[in-house]
């Protein structure tokens, strides 16, 4: 019986051993191929483009499959990696954020495997023209971090980040991409796993992310949406009505949220909510003649102790009677003027007069609720909700065109809704269906219904410029447009938009055969064309020479064209149509933003010549160019013989520079035998040094703008950091010059070694233009600010006004150096001018004349006219500068080298060019003592050290 047992329990045991071998090995597959979900991101920069937020585009799809290509090709070697299992789920922006998903058998992609798989993919990306960014991988899921459902105004935010304790690295938080630190706004707690804000409001909205720095980074990551500040509407806050029995209303109006009235007495009711507005019928007895108090506050129990959470409505009875009487907005006397709300469904004030006996309206200033809203919207508009906002706009105007079009107040509001959105469109792409919203919306604000209200917006005043920014918001916003071939007809607004190295076109729109002809062009490049038959509705006509008050004698005859080109271009041709035949005296205008008028110049008017025979045509020939006056000037003054001088100028400077040089090395030998003439030849090097590189730069700069507008900020910056540097290292070597003249003319017996003066001079002549340089890109290039947007390749003015970091040094070097100038000229006049040798030197004028003439380019003085650039948009002023300016090279060879009979001999005898300055400072009243002093050479027949300085 034994030996049977132990039998069965040695099969069940052997039973029992085998299930659990195939348990482990079932356990192990499982836990071996079990998959995992890694959501990952990707970073690219390049310019968001809103298409980007729609998979049915085509280049949502394209950017989709090349990506996910790219992916799974290089993923394909890791061993953890699932094939097939790349899927992309979506762009971002930021610049543009490729949100994508794989599948492993590991819950980490932190592994040396994956490191070298995504170089591989950044760099096969790159290869394809995508340019991914430095450190562009990461972990990233998208999560909810908000402790609460809904954030309100004014409310503290908590964000709680819930990364797995397996992740290791430094925590740490952004929004918007911008690192947060503590203070008295943001607080961490809990290791820094939690965030509170204080006191949110809308602009507190963005995209928060906690991110723990390791070799892939692992982010969690959410949109935090701040709702909307309530805007209760009750009308004016203290009314009086006569103390009868009577019923009054109170109305409270609340879009976004519910309201209520507190207290609501009995026998008083509270109409149901109609357009956001509720009702309280109260019932004033006149045996109650006291004051009573009613609120609307929000219905959400937490807001009540907030302070927009509530309006109070005062009702004052009185013993009187008054001849204006209104159960809404009370009772009043003859003459009285009182501000009651607008409609319901409507925002805003509209004012009553008592007028014999009733309350009349004097004032409407009501916007349509659904324009305020969006108002509201685009004062913390994000780039991504741009496709969003400008459909809700382009619908809400469509819808309301009637009202909108009678009411000057709303179209102030759009277009300033329009104004802000063309702003935060400048870090994204735009495609045609957010530019087609973006027309139609304007092409009702343009139409003939608008006409009276454009009158009272540009009637005799300028303080709103409603028009000019209308028209400033659609080119801002044409500059962004994708790239590609399509066209946006509107009822009096048709866009082209095209690629191509040239451009003939004839309008399509009613009424309309204006033609635009642009030669051709270095290589195809975006072009967009914007044609307008309504904007003489809307743009004043004033011109430059009166810039205050439209121009009534003048009136617009023809379309207005917006043309964008991202190369420079230096001609355009127009065809228009004039409208009203019986003007005369045609001008080819354009909009100058600067100066805020219409402006002709670099336009001609010719006649339109079609088979021969001129008809109801006329031509307008633009060309707009760049000058050297750009340098101390923030105006851009577009002029083809400014631009002659300009280009003339610099060539002959660089090449007069190049021979300085070569005779300074020459005769650098016999030059620089004591420590004053060898000082004054390394300025005068330097000098030519600095000048040649920065005309190098200018001209590259110049290059640069001529081919790409809006200028590229890229390939600009570098060339503007080295034109920045090494003008002012020009001037502050010509302030050296000028020192070392002062301190040899003033401080005679003053000795001072030749290794010291050398210190001194390049620390400052170098050391301190790079101190600036350095100080301005840090501090402008962050927002893009550091170099202007348009026009020219040079420091920015319009944002940042990065321009001062030149001028400023520039011109208070230039004030040194005339002050050293008039001390040197007194001392030299006091020690008389009748000695002289030389009879043609003997008057004082003779003597400051011959001094200025030689010292003026040394110590660059002629910059002195850059103070009349910065203020004047005269052309007089800016040929002038550009003239002597571009010019300085030449002057330098000529009076600083070829006149002095030194360098041109290559030997030590006195100089009769320059060298009448020592014998002017020499030649009376000085005894043997004073005499030597002067000299502190090592050369038993060298001048004393201002005239050695002076033949430079």
């Known amino acids: 019986m034994s030996i049977i047992t132990n039998k069965v329990n040695k099969e069940v045991f052997c039973i029992m051993f085998n299930k659990r071998i195939k348990e482990f090995e079932i356990n192990y597959k499982t836990r071996h191929w079990f998959l995992f979900t890694v959501k990952m991101s990707m970073r690219i920069e390049e310019d968001f483009d809103t298409s980007l937020n729609d998979p049915n585009y085509e280049k949502y799809r394209r950017y989709a499959k090349q990506i996910q290509s790219a992916i799974e090709d290089n993923y394909k070697t890791v061993s953890n990696f699932k094939k097939g299992s790349v899927k992309i789920t979506g762009f971002r922006p930021g610049s543009i954020i490729a949100d994508y998903e794989i599948k492993t058998t590991t819950d980490s992609p932190n592994n040396p495997e994956f490191v070298e798989a995504n170089n591989k993919v950044a760099n096969t990306l790159t290869s394809m023209g995508f340019p991914v960014a430095e450190n562009a991988f990461a972990e990233s899921e998208n999560v909810t971090l908000s402790t609460a459902t809904k954030l309100y105004p004014l409310q503290d935010m908590t964000l709680k980040c819930k990364i797995p304790d397996s992740v290791d690295g430094t925590m740490s938080w952004t929004v918007n991409d911008q690192v ?35 070799t892939i980074p692992y982010i969690q990551w959410q949109d935090i949406v701040i709702e909307p500040l309530p805007n209760i509407i009750v009308g004016k806050s203290e009314r009086q009505f006569q103390c009868i029995d009577q019923t009054v209303e109170l109305t409270c109006c609340e879009t976004k949220y519910d309201v209520e009235w507190t207290p609501i007495p009995s026998g008083d009711e509270v109409t149901l909510p109609d357009k956001g507005c509720i009702t309280l019928k109260h019932n004033i007895r006149s045996a109650d003649c006291s004051t009573e108090t009613f609120t609307c506050q929000l219905r959400i129990s937490e807001l009540q102790r907030l302070s927009y959470a509530q309006r109070t409505v005062i009702i004052n009875k009185v013993n009187q009677v008054l001849p204006c009487k209104n159960e809404t907005l009370g009772d009043g006397k003859e003459g009285e003027v009182l501000k009651g709300p607008c409609e319901k469904g409507k925002e805003g004030t509209i004012t009553y007069q008592c007028t014999l006996g009733s309350w009349r309206e004097i004032n409407r200033d009501c916007i349509l609720q659904v324009i305020k809203d969006i108002e509201k919207q685009v004062e913390v508009l994000a780039p991504q909700d741009i496709p969003a906002v400008v459909a809700q706009l382009s619908t809400a105007t469509v819808q ?79 500059d962004r447009l994708t790239d590609g071939n399509f066209t946006i007809n509107e009822k009096s607004i048709e866009l082209n938009r095209t690629v191509a190295d040239r451009y003939s076109g004839i309008s399509n729109l009613t009424n309309s055969t204006t033609e635009i002809l642009i030669p051709q062009i270095s290589k195809p490049t975006p072009i967009t064309i914007i044609v307008f038959t309504t904007l003489d509705n809307v743009l004043p006509t004033r011109d430059t020479s009166n810039k205050n008050y439209s121009n009534t004698d003048v009136r617009i005859n023809g379309d207005v064209v917006v043309v964008k080109v991202n190369q420079k271009i230096n001609s355009i041709s127009f065809a228009f149509h004039i409208t009203d035949q019986s003007l005369g005296n045609p001008q080819c205008v354009f909009w100058n933003f600067k100066l805020d008028a219409w402006d002709s110049t670099g336009c001609e008017v010719k006649p339109y010549i079609s088979k021969g025979n001129e008809i109801g045509k006329i031509t307008c020939e633009c060309k707009h160019t760049t000058s050297f006056s750009i340098l101390m000037s923030p105006f851009s003054i577009d002029n083809i013989a400014l631009a002659y001088i300009t280009y003339i100028g610099v060539a002959i400077s660089m090449a007069s520079l190049i021979l300085c040089l070569i005779i300074e090395i020459i005769v650098w030998k016999s030059m620089t035998r004591n420590d004053t003439s060898y000082m004054q030849h390394v300025s005068i090097v330097n000098i030519a040094v600095s000048l040649l590189i920065a005309n190098i730069c200018f001209i590259i700069g110049a290059a640069i703008a001529e081919q790409k507008q ?91 006004k990065a321009l001062l970091a030149f001028v400023i040094p520039a011109l208070t070097i230039v004030a040194i150096n005339l002050v050293v100038l008039i001390v040197v000229l007194y001392k030299m006049l006091r020690r008389g001018v009748g000695a002289t040798t030389q009879p043609d030197e003997k008057h004082a004028l003779v003597v400051i004349a011959r001094c200025v003439a030689f010292l003026t380019p040394i110590f660059g003085l002629t910059w002195g006219f850059g103070i009349g650039t910065m203020v004047s948009r005269d052309l007089g002023v800016h040929v002038v500068f550009a003239l002597l300016n571009s010019l300085q090279g030449f002057f330098i060879l000529v009076f600083g080298t070829l006149l002095d009979s030194k360098s041109t001999s290559a030997g030590p005898s006195s100089s009769s060019g320059l060298g009448f300055f020592h014998q002017r400072m020499h030649r009376r009243n000085v005894n043997n ?14 001048s004393s050290g201002s005239d050695t300085f002076m033949n430079a």
């Open 929 to 942: 003592l004073s005499r030597a002093s002067f000299f502190s050479t090592t050369s038993s027949n060298s």
């Open 180 to 214: 947060i630190l503590q203070n008295g706004k943001y607080s961490f707690s809990e290791g820094g796993t939690i965030l509170t804000v204080k006191s949110v409001t809308e602009k507190d909205k963005g995209r928060y992310a906690c991110k723990k720095a390791r």
């Open 710 to 800: 809006p200028t590229s900020v890229g390939r600009c910056s570098p060339v503007v950091f080295f034109m920045h540097f090494f003008y002012l290292a020009l001037f502050f070597w010509m302030l050296i010059s000028a020192l070392l003249l002062f301190y040899r003319t003033v401080m005679v017996l003053s000795q001072m070694s030749r290794a010291r003066m050398m210190a001194i001079a390049f620390i400052v002549g170098y050391g301190a233009p790079l101190l600036i340089a350095a100080i301005t890109v840090a501090s402008t290039a962050g927002p893009k600010n550091y170099v202007t947007k348009q026009d020219a390749c040079w420091l920015n003015w319009l944002e940042s």
């Open 400 to 478: 309301n065109n009637q009202e909108i079009t009678q009411s000057s107040v709303t179209v102030q509001t759009i277009v300033g809704i329009l104004v802000k959105i063309a702003g935060t469109a400048q870090t994204i792409i735009i495609d045609a269906p957010v530019m087609k919203s973006f027309l139609q919306t304007v092409d009702i604000l343009v139409s003939d219904l608008a006409i009276n209200s454009w009158n009272n917006l540009n009637i005799n005043s300028r303080t709103d410029d409603t028009s000019t920014a209308l028209l400033s918001a659609v080119e801002i916003i044409s």
